[in-house]
């Protein structure tokens, strides 16, 4: 039999989002900034990139980064959408008893999620890496209802110790150790495989966003400058200059195919 403190304790840390929570923002503020610093140099240049994009850009950062790695985008995508459900599930959204009704409407907010984030992940990067990630991030929703059948997670307000759902079904051991490996492999995605990704993306020497190569003039001298472009000022652009390492405005720009600036990090 469970200790009703834990019971009380792990509701609560899910109704927080758990620890993919923590992860989530640890990333989502953590990476951006380093993948700024590591690609155009650090310290002041940093600074100057970040006002240079003003605050309502930032996000683009942590956008781009993700737009430009399938394997981020997918493996983020799916951690999203477990801990969306979680959340949900702690506070009482997911039925847990028995009856078709509940069956189906659990089966519904098991499958829209996945297949939303299905549907985004192939807009950007194709069909198979849409659908290996609406796989997994069914697979990992599909295993927090285990969860709740098995009486690993217990549903909003309910306490006790039995593993038995409402109905009295005892669930088997293949169950129970499903709900095992589902929370092991939600654990090693979110706390392992989501921070390593983000920081390797950050560290790759890529540019998180279009690279132009400008027409820039400073004083009476016009020269053709390689920019990270920041923002758009009329018909030309704002952004980090290459060549110069300072925020210049360029005229006439044109896009370049590669997006390195730099040598990844691990070379």
Known sequence: MAHPDKEAEERS??????PGHTVLLAVAFAVPVTKVAYTVGGGAAARDVFVGMEPANWPDVLIGMVLTDPLLASVLAVVVSRVVFALFAARGAVPVGGGVVRALQRVALTVVNPVAMAVLVTCFFGPWWGLGTGLAAYAL????VVEYRTGRRRPHGRRGGSHQGDDGFR???G???AAALEQWAALVLTMFALP???FVAA???QAWTSIVRCEVTEATRTESNRLIELGRKGNGV?????D?????????CTGEESLYVREPWWR
């Open 171 to 173: 669930p088997p051991r």
């Open 141 to 144: 929703r599909k295993g927090v």
């Open 13 to 18: 840390a899910d109704s927080k989002g758990g």
């Open 196 to 198: 390593v990704l983000a």
């Open 244 to 252: 110069t390492e300072e925020i210049s405005n360029g005229t006439g």
């Open 175 to 177: 169950l129970r150790r």
């Open 238 to 242: 704002v952004g980090w200059n290459l």
């Open 203 to 205: 560290l790759d020497g």
